[in-house]
């Protein structure tokens, strides 16, 4: 998977105005697509969920793999696809890496998906 | 593509909490992905962006076909999978087809990914 193609959700968020208040143009249809589908994974959003639960918003790999019931090469993909997108930064420490929510990343994507005021 | 195993939107908003504020369950992440991964395609986001700029939130499929650039059976696919999602509502009215945004759909999404509140 060539998650090098999912751009940060930050450029995301500065491209585009809520999806229901303009028309989205192509390109910024492309880039909310790419963050979109870094989310649009049954693993990945149980991460993502896992990370923002943990104290301080920040998780070690070692705690992860076991309520996901999926393998330490699977699950370290799977923070890949949602480092590259811009939703986790990842910082090594001794054996270990850890995960921290990027703050306002999710409600970067939120903020694009709600309507436009009624 | 099982587009019949995409689930409305209405039953991820009534299943999930706020992604941050609790952990998601296995099934309910499924469910969101679901839903996400319906709406993480330029072709979709641009659809659902271009009926809720239309008048009444309402758009004729005729209308919709030359702004992608898109044949009328990609489109149609990819309409489909957004009704099948819960994001639109498809009436047919003589010829042709109307699809509306089905109000609350896209909000519901946005909900479930906003952090808990800070």
Known sequence: MASGTVLPIA??????????????AAEDAEKLARSLKALADPA??????????SDGAEACVCDLTEPLGL??????????VLVDAGFLTRSQRGTWAY???VPGSLDAVSRL???ARS
């Open 44 to 53: 990945r959003l149980r991460l993502v969920s896992l990370v923002a639960a």
């Open 11 to 24: 450029d995301v968020a500065a491209c585009c105005a809520p999806l229901t208040r303009d028309t989205l």
């Open 113 to 115: 998906l709600v309507s």
């Open 71 to 80: 393998s330490q090469p699977t699950v370290s993909h799977h923070l890949k």
């Open 99 to 101: 995960y921290t929510l």
